[in-house]
T-cell receptor
Framework: DTAVSQTPKYLVTQMGNDKSIKCEQN?????MYWYKQDSKKFLKIMFS???????INETVPNRFSPKSPDKAHLNLHINSLELGDSAVYFC????????????FGSGTRLTVV | QKEVEQNSGPLSVPEGAIASLNCTYS??????FFWYRQYSGKSPELIMS????GDKEDGRFTAQLNKASQYVSLLIRDSQPSDSATYLC??????????FGTGTRLLVSP
């Protein structure tokens, strides 16, 4: 009964490859997010979707493309992976006025070699 | 200036003591504030949210907000070794965006 689930949990890949991370939430939330956490634990927002509509698109390279087929799913596709993309990527979801903050997924540790 | 600033620590306290974690923010118009706890290798989990000036208590945790001074703090009473983690302060910006600090690492020694 995981509330926000991400797959895969670990991803090791070579530079130049393309990879995807999937996220699903069963909380009935309207908004979903992708955050990147670097090696210094800094969590930075990348994208946010509200009811399948893109509402936040931070300064992220074009190689990153989110897709939300419905409000319960938000996927992240990354083209031409670079060493600097190595990080932990967290999916999160929230409802309404953010009174309860975000619920985070378990994270995907991406290592580019 | 970072939007949300925290001392990275580590903050070391003995078991049973009060741990005090602090956070300052730059946007004077911020209205909602959150404290998250993150164990190593795990995802952040919400501890508390606070919206009004003053104190808000939940069990061993107390969040304190001072909008005039633009700081928010988290007190953990009777600290336990299981409280050892990184504590992230987050501030709401805009519709539904949270901006996080870099976190303070707390170490509680038995």
């Amino acid at each position: 009964d995981t509330a926000v689930s991400q797959t895969p949990k670990y991803l090791v890949t070579q530079m130049g490859n393309d990879k995807s991370i999937k996220c699903e939430q069963n909380l009935g939330h309207d908004t979903m997010y992708w955050y990147k956490q670097d090696s210094k634990k800094f969590l930075k927002i990348m994208f946010s979707y509200n009811n399948k509509e893109l509402i936040i698109n931070e300064t992220v390279p074009n190689r990153f493309s989110p897709k939300s087929p419905d409000k319960a799913h938000l996927n992240l596709h990354i083209n031409s992976l670079e060493l600097g993309d190595s990080a932990v990527y967290f999916c999160a979801s929230s409802q309404g006025d953010l009174r309860f903050g975000y619920t985070f997924g378990s994270g995907t540790r991406l290592t580019v070699v | 200036q970072k939007e949300v600033e925290q001392n990275s620590g580590p903050l070391s306290v003995p078991e049973g003591a009060i741990a005090s974690l602090n956070c300052t923010y730059s946007d004077r118009g911020s209205q909602s504030f959150f404290w998250y706890r993150q164990y190593s290798g795990k995802s952040p989990e919400l501890i508390m949210s606070i919206y009004s000036n003053g104190d808000k208590e939940d069990g061993r945790f107390t969040a304190q907000l001072n909008k005039a001074s633009q700081y928010v703090s988290l007190l953990i009473r009777d600290s336990q070794p299981s409280d050892s983690a990184t504590y992230l302060c987050a501030v709401r910006r805009g519709f539904q965006k949270l901006v996080f600090g870099t976190g303070t690492r707390l170490l509680v020694s038995p």
